[in-house]
């Protein structure tokens, strides 16, 4: 085990071909498992998708970038309420789990989840990267996973042997994340200069040269997350959620 984990982990978007044995792959969840969770209900599940069809679905799915279409495995991590909605139904007990409060707290459980497999997997010497692209297509990759009701895809991760290590990115300095008391109300000087580590970064500095934008804020709003691609988003994803049972289910018009 690395001792300088911490400082130094960063996503990996290039794997080799290198297999990662399906007991390693076991006992990383397994060690990931002990978690924490919501009432020890444990509200997540877990996709492994690794090769034929199934897999090169995936990677379009995920507009085929490089961390997704190089990985040997893509974990897609799952709300899910029906497990435990269908065990309290066998056991006479009385489910109250189809509603808006009960997918946050699952999707809780399973984006901590998904966190503690990082840290075990990179820690046995695998790389990772989050897919934030399974919201994008949340819809598609449910029905290719086959989910039933109750169960959402809210984190994907692409997982295997580093071919090539980026360098480490940049953080904001860890005043501007820390509050005591009450939330300090920062100036604009303040927010900028927090913002100045971003700013200055020379792969930021060049991504906003290659694509001919003013500054780094403003790759961020027309480019990697524009306001219409968010809400294209947003409007996808609560219909899935409602799909699925999560706000109730929409009356059958005649
Ligand atoms: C919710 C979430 C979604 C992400 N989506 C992507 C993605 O679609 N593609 C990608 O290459 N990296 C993705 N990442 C990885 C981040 O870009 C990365 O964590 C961040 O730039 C910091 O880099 P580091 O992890 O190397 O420190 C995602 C991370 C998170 C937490």
Not at 8 to 23: G, H, I, L, N
Not at 73 to 82: E, P, S, Y
Not at 228 to 246: C, M, Q, T
């Amino acid at each position: 085990m690395r001792d300088d984990y911490f400082s130094t982990r960063s996503s990996v978007r290039q794997y080799s071909d290198r297999e990662v044995p399906r007991e390693l792959l076991i006992d990383i969840i397994e060690k990931a498992m002990r978690a924490p969770t919501c009432g020890n209900m444990q509200l997540y599940s877990i996709v492994v998708t690794t090769e034929g069809e199934r897999k090169a679905r995936l990677n379009e799915l995920h507009f085929n970038q490089p961390a997704a279409a190089t990985s040997p495995v893509i974990l897609t991590i799952c709300a899910d309420f029906n497990r435990f909605t269908r065990w309290c139904e066998i056991s006479g007990a009385d489910p109250g789990y189809d509603n808006f409060h009960s997918f946050i707290t699952a999707t809780t459980d399973a984006v901590i989840m998904a966190q503690q497999i990082v840290t075990v997997a990179e820690m046995n010497g695998l790389g990772t990267c989050y897919l934030g692209t399974v919201n994008y297509n949340a819809a598609e990759i449910s029905k290719l996973l086959e989910l039933p009701d109750l169960v959402v895809p809210v984190a994907s991760l692409s997982i295997g042997y580093p071919a090539k290590r980026d360098e480490l990115c940049e953080r904001l300095p860890v005043e501007a994340v820390v509050h005591f008391d009450t939330y300090r109300k920062d100036s604009d000087r303040e927010i900028t200069d927090l913002f100045k580590v971003k700013d200055d970064f020379e792969a930021n500095r060049n991504f906003v040269k290659e694509n001919g934008k003013r500054n780094l804020a403003e790759l961020f709003t027309d480019i990697r997350y524009p306001r219409k691609l968010n809400e294209e988003v947003s409007e996808s994803f609560s219909a899935l959620i409602r799909e699925k049972g999560f706000l109730g289910k929409e009356e059958k018009k005649d």
